[in-house]
């Protein structure tokens, strides 16, 4: 068992005991290495002093991903803050570390996020034009979903009923997570899932990567969107009870990712969106949709806190502010604000 002596090789143990790949361990242990080695030779301070990784200040990771930056690509560099902040993330969480210096560092990268003009300009009208397309019940939720929650491919697929409280509709979709009691008309985003891990008695395929557990609210064109799809939604195979099941050869078991993609993928062709020689820059996916809610919810509410906060990426002492005060705060700006995408 690894000591809390070596807080790198302490978070690795824990990774494993979640159901983190060899692989992933392997990528977090090497940048996880590497930033110690730096604060080891002194690379951060002007006296060249030595600094232990619970000793850490924002300004040395900002020094260490600054020096990053001489040598590796954009994309690679968020890689290697993520892995930092999960890791301070979880050794603050277990009682490890007194704080997470990489929260201040997030928080500033985060401003860029999905800002890339090279991204296809999709309007909300556009977008109506594209949802009123999908005449499948089951894909039309998928699709909705990701556009009006902002949640990733594969945090839809480990949705389980218990994760949707959706009141005065027809269809029973049974008990509720205690986290949305007293949450009408909303969705629990859990931040724990990962692939390999058991949730809810079932063996996970896909990874929620989240900071935090997240409640977001459900408007009424979702709502309705989803009791129409429950209401021709196969029986589970899973005791789980996923709220999203295949009705291809898989029928009844949890979608899968790929489905997910596949489902966007084919209607985005159907519609222009999507070119197989194509790239992010012009091919609209699941994670286009989360760019989308991003940029089209920011700019209409202009805060930037809660849209981090339904996002599920945002700094514990925001995740507090808007959190205690759910029903005046979180709820109002989203309904508010939230665009419209069914005729």
């Known amino acids: 068992m690894a000591s809390s002596d070596d807080p790198i090789a302490y978070f690795l143990e824990d990774m494993s005991y979640h159901g983190r790949s060899d692989r992933t361990i392997e990528a977090y242990e090497r940048v996880l290495r590497e930033f110690q080695s730096y604060l080891e030779a002194g690379n951060t301070r002007d006296d060249d002093r030595s600094v232990d990784l619970t000793e850490a200040t924002h300004r040395d ?62 309007s909300v009208a556009d977008m109506r034009s594209f949802v009123a397309d999908i005449g499948h019940p089951g894909e039309r939720a998928i699709v909705l979903t990701l556009l009006k929650t902002g949640i990733r491919a594969g945090e839809l697929c480990n949705l389980d009923l218990r994760d949707v409280n959706l009141t005065g509709i027809a269809i029973p979709t049974g008990p509720v997570r205690p986290e949305l009691r007293g949450h009408p008309n909303s969705i629990f985003v859990s931040s724990s899932p990962s692939a390999g891990a058991s949730v809810n008695d079932e063996r996970r395929t896909e990874s929620n990567k989240r900071e935090r557990d997240t409640v977001i609210p459900v408007d009424d064109e979702l709502k309705a969107v989803l009791e129409q799809y429950l209401a021709i939604r196969p029986d589970s195979r899973s005791s789980a009870d996923p709220l999203f099941v295949s009705t291809d050869r898989n029928w009844g078991q949890r979608l899968s990712g790929s489905a997910v993609h596949y489902v966007v993928g084919e209607h985005a062709t159907e519609h222009g969106w999507y070119d197989s020689d194509g790239g992010a820059g012009t091919n609209v996916t699941p994670h286009y949709f989360r760019h989308f809610f991003t940029t089209h919810l920011r700019d209409r509410t202009g805060d930037r806190g809660i849209v981090k906060y339904l996002r599920g990426d945002v700094a514990s002492d925001v995740i507090d502010t808007y959190t205690h005060n759910w029903g005046n705060r979180v709820r109002e700006v989203y309904e508010e604000n939230i665009y419209r995408l069914l005729r």
């Open 61 to 122: 990771c900002l020094a260490w991903v600054h020096d990053r930056r001489k040598s590796v690509a954009s994309s690679t560099i968020a890689s290697y803050a993520s892995y930092l902040h999960r890791f301070y993330s979880y050794m603050v969480e277990v009682g490890e570390f007194d704080r997470n210096p990489m929260t201040l560092v997030m928080e500033e990268m985060d401003e860029r996020i999905d800002t890339d003009p090279s991204r296809r300009d999709v």
